[in-house]
Each structure stands twice: as C-alpha cells, then as structure tokens.
C-alpha cells in the first residue's frame, strides 16, 4: 500500500509560483511513476506532469500548462514536487498526486490508470 500526502498549495496571485509536494511512502528501489493531476470545479481531472521515481518524466502537451511546471523528486525524502511558475486564474484547482506500479510514464494515462492516491491540496490563483 502506498501512501501519498500532498502539501503546498494556497492562495497566489497571478504571476506568482508555487511548490507542492506529495510525500510518499515510495521506497527507491520500487518502480513507482507519480503523477500529478489537477480537478477544477466541473472539469475531468487532468494529469499535468509524471515522473518515474528512479528518473525520466514528462508534461500534458496542453498548451494551458506548457513551459510552466517543472516536476521533480527528492529520494531522500520520498518526496515528489510540482513547481509552478507563471501561475494563471485558470490554474485554481484541487491539485493530487496518485501512483502506479509501472515505469511507463506518459501524461495521456487516464485517471483510473492510476492505483493510489492522496486526497488533493487546493491551489487558488486570484487576479
């Protein structure tokens, strides 16, 4: 079983960064790949960024997001980031990072490609 925790979101205003964090209890020798998903409010949740927990990760193609987030990992803490740059009114969303049991990474896997989740951190971007 694998626990996800993610921190880091609030309330900024447009322009401005974030990081969010998604602690995990993915040990390194695992071959994990952790996503990080958005939902707002009458959307479909979407994936914005994937990492493989031992390297390689990749980013939606949506226009929306490109250019803006950087994904990363600190093994040392178990840890997954989504740094956020340039953040937009359209970027106010829950944000949740899930986890699946496979080294294939690609932002087109749907949701429910995705075997464990955390409960979501709300990133709010005013104007």
């Known amino acids: 079983q694998v626990q996800l925790v993610e921190s880091g979101g609030g309330l900024v205003q447009a322009g401005g960064s974030l990081r969010l964090s998604c602690a995990t209890s993915?040990?390194?020798?695992?071959?994990?790949?952790v996503g990080w998903f958005r939902q707002a409010p009458g959307k479909e949740r979407e994936c914005v960024a994937v990492?493989?927990?031992?390297?390689?990760?990749?980013?939606s193609s949506a226009d929306s997001v490109k250019g803006r987030l950087t994904i990363s990992t600190d093994n040392d803490k178990n840890t997954v980031y989504l740094q956020m740059n340039s953040l937009k009114t359209e970027d106010t969303a829950v944000y949740y990072c899930?986890?699946?049991?496979?080294?294939?990474?690609?932002?087109?896997?749907?949701?429910?490609?995705?075997?464990?989740w955390g409960r979501g951190t709300q990133v709010t971007v005013s104007s």
């Open positions: 899930a986890a699946r049991r496979s080294s294939f990474v690609s932002a087109e896997l749907k949701p429910s490609d995705y075997e464990y």
């Open positions: 993915i040990l390194t020798y695992n071959v994990y790949s």
């Open positions: 990492i493989r927990w031992n390297g390689g990760s990749t980013y």
